[in-house]
């Protein structure tokens, strides 16, 4: 299995980079992942995705959708989008510490 | 990298679920791994955008070989409404939402949406039939300028 530092700490990833192992995530990890993916700073916007991800995915094994996302009303979709640009689904997923999303929407 | 799909032009021509759908998530999906994404609505695939008719889509159940079944059971009245009732219901699991709601998602994740010219004048539509998502009504020559530089896929 592939190791990358992310920044204070070295974990294991998959080829693309997303954690095997979500127990090593810690919020240093998730910053230097957003810088990774462009997003410069993770703001407290940022964060209630982030959080809320992994709130579901305790709760039920999979990470939300974009749609489950908006309705619940964590976030627009387009807010999402303005937040995660070129990819937010699986930018976040990744932030979060998330295997890669699987399904197609 | 270089060689990633940059933007894609998608053609959605066929009315139904069926004919609908397709074109739609592939829309959805471009926008999610950061593709541009254009959808131009014609002929009966209007119906997606039409506010009278995007909420009403059904399923063929005549003629449409892959419904596994006669054509002759589709005909029974009410047949093309419960399979289409079932299939909302898988698709609804599976996160893929109604038409109208798609619509939206779409465009809210910086899909463009157009209506093409020839059929809003075949069909006598107005603007104004059409949901608040659509950019605009353009002629095929706009369309290709618009698709310039990317991928054209025709459903």
Redesign the interface.
């Known amino acids: 299995m592939a190791q990358k530092q992310y920044g204070p700490a070295t974990v294991e990833v998959d080829a693309e980079g997303y954690l095997s192992d979500f127990s090593q995530w810690t919020r240093e990890i998730a910053a230097a992942i957003a810088k990774d993916e462009g997003i410069a700073e993770l703001t407290p916007a940022h964060w209630k995705v982030v959080e809320y991800i992994q709130k579901d995915f305790k709760e039920n094994g999979q990470v939300p959708s974009i749609r489950k996302l908006n309705k619940s009303g964590v976030i627009s979709t387009k807010e999402l989008y303005e937040l995660f640009p070129g990819g937010p689904a699986k930018k976040a997923a990744k932030i979060s510490g998330m295997k890669k999303p699987e399904g197609c929407v | 990298m270089d060689d990633k799909i940059k933007k894609v032009s998608i053609i959605i021509s066929k009315g139904g679920l069926e004919g609908v759908y397709p074109g739609l998530?592939m829309a959805?999906?471009a926008?999610?791994?950061?593709i541009e994404a254009n959808l131009f609505f014609t002929f009966f695939g209007m119906d997606a955008i039409t506010k009278k008719r995007m909420g009403k889509i059904k399923v063929a159940t005549v003629g449409n070989p892959g419904m596994h079944m006669p054509s002759l059971l589709g005909i029974l009245p009410g047949f093309s409404a419960m399979a289409t009732s079932m299939m909302k219901k898988t698709m609804d699991k599976?996160?893929?939402?109604p038409v109208p709601?798609f619509i939206e998602?779409i465009a809210?994740?910086?899909g463009k949406l157009y209506a093409c010219k020839a059929t809003v004048d075949m069909f006598k539509l107005k603007k104004e039939d059409f949901c608040e998502q659509v950019d605009s009504i353009i002629n095929v020559g706009k369309f290709y300028e618009i698709a310039a530089g990317g991928e054209i896929i025709f459903t």
Not at chain 2, 31 to 34: A, K, L
Not at chain 2, 94 to 97: C, N
């Open positions: 998530i959805n999906g926008r999610m791994e950061g599976l996160d893929i939402p709601e998602m809210d994740a910086g």
